[in-house]
């Protein structure tokens, strides 16, 4: 079985420009998460979402951040007008219900230049 | 808000040796407490998940402990090996929020 893949596994974009970040969760697994990691920073948790629902969204920034899990395809997080403060580390998670063990893809590396 | 510490921030040891790395947390209303480790540049790997009702779990060289009423939890990582050279991770699900909430992790070098 394919655990969580997400894509590009690198992201490179300019101040300005629109990110949009890829995750495929386990197969079966309804609920998705995403993290994120700043340099020198702890993973801090994003959205949950389980599929066509947000579920909560308290820890996303208020602008220019959005998340979906459409009821076919992977989970998107979009990242409009990017900002050099956006460079880290994005992980999503995928688990079978909400209180079971978390499994994480490989992130992706934003880099804002 | 739930909060989770870990200590130490960085442990090196000799190749062999056992060795203990802690976490607590503030909110003792949680539903599972999940180790992870991280290599540099790396993804998360799940070692082990201790839900609330469980005392402990145990894999392989690893054995995990939860005390929930402290709001503590140890790693307890046996015949330490250079390959366990990594970043340790805790992180708790509950206590207010959907997510898990990470500590900063614990740096781990095993010396050869």
């Known amino acids: 079985n394919a655990g969580v893949m997400q894509n590009p596994r690198h992201l490179v974009r300019r101040r300005g420009q629109e990110a949009r970040l890829r995750c495929s969760p386990v197969?079966?697994?309804?609920?998705v998460y995403w993290y994120r990691q700043l340099p020198e920073e702890g993973l801090k948790f994003m959205v949950y979402?389980?599929?066509?629902?947000?579920?909560?969204e308290s820890g996303m920034p208020k602008e220019r951040f959005s998340a979906e899990f459409p009821k076919e395809g992977p989970s998107i997080l979009r990242i409009q007008q990017v900002v050099r403060g956006d460079s880290a580390a994005y992980f999503c998670?995928?688990?079978?219900?909400?209180?079971?063990?978390?499994?994480f893809g490989d992130g992706t590396r934003l880099s804002i230049l | 808000k739930q909060e989770v510490t870990q200590i130490p921030a960085a442990l090196s040891v000799p190749e062999g040796e056992n060795l203990v790395l802690n976490c607590s947390f503030t909110?003792?209303?949680?539903?599972?407490l999940q180790w992870f480790r991280q290599d540099p540049g790396k993804g998360l790997t799940s070692l082990l998940l201790?839900?609330?009702?469980?005392r402990e779990q145990t894999s392989g060289r690893l054995n995990a402990s939860l005390d929930k009423s402290s709001g503590r939890s140890t790693l307890y990582i046996a015949a330490s090996q250079p390959g366990d050279s990594a970043t340790y991770l805790c992180?708790?699900?509950?206590?207010?929020?959907?997510?898990?909430?990470f500590g900063k992790g614990t740096h781990l070098i095993i010396q050869p």
């Open positions: 998670a995928s688990s079978p219900s909400d209180t079971r063990a978390q499994h």
């Open positions: 197969k079966g697994h309804s609920h």
């Open positions: 979402l389980q599929k066509e629902n947000i579920i909560d």
């Open positions: 909110d003792s209303a949680i539903y599972n």
């Open positions: 201790i839900q609330s009702s469980q």
């Open positions: 992180a708790v699900l509950g206590g207010g929020a959907d997510g898990l909430t």
